[in-house]
């Protein structure tokens, strides 16, 4: 509501031939390159999220064999304690 406004207001004043010439054209330049920044940030922020779920599941991964393989050999030497 207030961008519309402001918009207006620029727009009025423009056919009223005050302003400068090229600041609706600066302004439209400016406005392209921070949509362009928020985009590549935005696709950081996605690819970053997604290297940290495969990094979890990775990590989530090798602690699920370490502990089993801890396990194995608890067993192995329970068994042989056994035995004694």
């Known amino acids: 509501m207030e961008f519309e406004f ?3 207001v620029f727009e009025e004043l423009k ?4 302003g400068f010439p090229d600041l609706h054209h600066k302004m439209s330049k400016k406005v392209a390159r921070l ?3 928020i985009f590549i940030l935005n696709t950081k922020n996605d690819e970053h999220d ?5 990094m979890k599941k ?10 089993s393989r801890a ?3 608890i067993t192995i030497l329970m068994e042989e304690v056994d035995k004694i």
Do not use: D, H, P, S
Request: charged residues 30%; glycine residues 4%; proline residues 0%.
């Open 6 to 8: 402001k918009f207006k």
């Open 15 to 18: 056919m009223k031939g005050a």
């Open 35 to 37: 949509t362009r920044v």
């Open 50 to 54: 997604l290297t940290l779920k495969i």
């Open 58 to 67: 990775a990590y989530e991964n090798e602690l699920n064999k370490l502990c």
């Open 71 to 73: 396990n194995e050999q």
